[in-house]
């Protein structure tokens, strides 16, 4: 495709109307978990995102089908998973950096380097 085409296809009514509604739909999911924490005296004290490559993400998970025997844990479900993140769950980045609640975390490196960094996002609250 090219640009002249994806301009084209951002422009076009159905590309616009298709935006407007995953974005009321993610408002929606957003203030609805708001309310529900609310109406229970609670709120999301803090967003941590632990950002990894998908690539990496691919060989742990597939690492841990093999070590744990969890079935659930091949490519095309990883695949499947990670869609659904990025669909509906990271879009929630946005709102979370509004409230002053997102924490971005590196997952790359040790353990207790990443366990450490958790904490301190944590203990910043």
Not at 18 to 38: I, P, S, V, W
Not at 67 to 90: C, F, M, P, W
Not at 108 to 117: K, N, R, V
Request: glycine letters at 6%.
């Amino acid at each position: 495709m090219t640009l002249q085409d994806t301009v084209a296809l951002m422009n076009s009514a159905d590309y616009k109307e298709r935006f407007k509604a995953e974005y009321y739909q993610l408002a929606n999911r957003f203030k609805g978990l708001k309310k529900m924490l609310a109406e229970r005296g609670q709120d999301v004290s803090v967003m941590v995102d632990l950002e990894v490559p998908e690539d990496e993400l691919m060989v742990r998970l597939i690492k841990r089908g093999k070590d744990s025997g969890r079935a659930d844990d091949n490519e095309e479900t990883i695949k499947k998973r990670l869609h659904v993140y990025h669909s509906q769950t990271s879009p929630l980045i946005d709102w979370y950096k509004n409230e002053k609640k997102y924490q971005h975390i590196n997952g790359l490196g040790t353990m207790d380097g990443i366990f450490a960094d958790i904490c301190e996002a944590v203990d910043k609250l």
